[in-house]
């Protein structure tokens, strides 16, 4: 019953900056673990980022690292990717996706971690 919804995505000149929400409905994100996962024309969905239930740990691909922060707001049931310093390579289609499994450390960057998923939100980088 959990349902994700992205938002926040769009047009961007390199070096600018975007922040794109996951809303979620149906259930509380409280036991949960969050990632953001992009897929590029052509390519494979990859991990870009995520959070623990509790909030007390983060992950991020390293061609991210140091540019994306994830955070969670648990009063808006949202999770948040801000997004720094966009270069063209980080255009893609974002999707967010709950783990009620988890999310290892050493595994949060594969998609069969998560069990539900939002459709998309587009992110263009271009000049």
């Known amino acids: 019953q959990l349902q994700l919804v992205e938002s926040g995505g769009g047009l961007v000149q390199p070096g600018g900056s975007l922040r794109l929400s996951c809303a979620a409905s149906?259930?509380?994100?409280?036991?949960?673990?969050i990632g953001w996962f992009r897929q590029a024309p052509g390519k494979e969905r990859e991990g870009v980022s995520c959070i623990t239930s509790s909030g007390e740990s983060t992950n991020y691909a390293d061609s991210v690292k140091g540019r994306f922060t994830i955070s969670r707001d648990s009063a808006e049931n949202t999770v948040y990717l801000q997004m720094n310093s966009l270069k063209p390579e980080d255009t893609a289609l974002y999707y967010c996706?709950?783990?009620?499994?988890?999310?290892?450390?050493?595994?949060?960057?594969?998609?069969?971690?998560?069990?539900?998923w939002g459709r998309g939100t587009q992110v263009t980088v271009s000049s």
């Open positions: 996706a709950a783990s009620d499994g988890g999310a290892s450390d050493g595994g949060w960057y594969r998609p069969n971690q998560y069990n539900y």
């Open positions: 149906g259930r509380t994100l409280e036991h949960y673990a």
